[in-house]
T-cell receptor, first 114, second 115 residues
Framework: KQEVTQIPAALSVPEGENLVLNCSFT??????LQWFRQDPGKGLTSLLL?????REQTSGRLNASLDKSSGRSTLYIAASQPGDSATYLC?????????????FGKGTKLTVNP | GAGVSQSPSNKVTEKGKDVELRCDPI?????LYWYRQSLGQGLEFLIY????????KSGLPSDRFSAERTGGSVSTLTIQRTQQEDSAVYLC?????????????FGPGTRLTVL
């Protein structure tokens, strides 16, 4: 059974700092990995989608890497801003028997202090 | 174009009552998914639709939970005889088609509180 773990559960940093969020998964047989952002009381906003054949994806100040063999992904946020404060979720699409579901970690709650 | 929409945004009900939650996927998206986000549990898959059929219902927690989709569009998640442990945010997502490389787009969710 695929399990996704995110460390740390919460992180507080001063504005302007570069930071890394970690995601690990137990089964390396995945189709892709996706990073989401969730603001309080809101749904999920997709940030980056990395296919299993890719090593990284970049969007603006965000960079996500994927090491499928070791079961790890990182989300790097450069020059953090208070507006980046949110919960960040990692999810994998498991490559088992045509599974369509995403398996999520419990998230990292990020607070960027002005 | 509009994103995934869900209604109601909030629902408070009494234990034992039935509730219906609605999801309108992005126009043209053939695949639709329901997830549940409980406090301390994270996001869990409930059910997946391709068109009007549900090839994967493996995440439905009990037979009190059911879902249907009509016209390949709107979906309704029904919870019968609600229990306090059903309190959660129910999220719907859609994708253009099934397949491992297609992105799922999420709605804002329905927050269900069972008193």
């Amino acid at each position: 059974k695929q399990e996704v773990t995110q460390i740390p559960a919460a992180l507080s940093v001063p504005e302007g700092e570069n930071l890394v969020l970690n995601c690990s998964f137990t089964d390396s047989a995945i189709y892709n990995l996706q990073w989401f952002r969730q603001d309080p009381g809101k749904g999920l906003t997709s940030l980056l989608l990395i296919q299993s054949s890719q090593r990284e994806q970049t969007s603006g100040r965000l960079n996500a890497s994927l090491d499928k063999s070791s079961g790890r992904s990182t989300l790097y946020i450069a020059a953090s801003q208070p507006g980046d404060s949110a919960t960040y979720l990692c999810a994998v699409r498991a490559a088992q028997g045509g599974s369509e579901k995403l398996v999520f970690g419990k998230g990292t709650k990020l607070t960027v202090n002005p | 174009g509009a994103g995934v929409s869900q209604s109601p945004s909030n629902k408070v009900t009494e234990k034992g009552k039935d509730v219906e939650l609605r999801c309108d996927p992005i126009s043209g998206h053939t695949a639709l998914y329901w997830y549940r986000q409980s406090l301390g549990q994270g996001l869990e898959f409930l059910i997946y639709f391709q068109g009007n059929s549900a090839p994967d219902k493996s995440g439905l927690p009990s037979d009190r939970f059911s879902a249907e989709r009509t016209g390949g569009s709107v979906s309704t998640l029904t919870i019968q005889r609600t229990q306090q442990e059903d309190s959660a945010v129910y999220l719907c997502a859609s994708s253009l088609s099934p397949g491992p490389h297609n992105e799922q787009f999420f709605g804002p969710g329905t927050r269900l509180t069972v008193l």
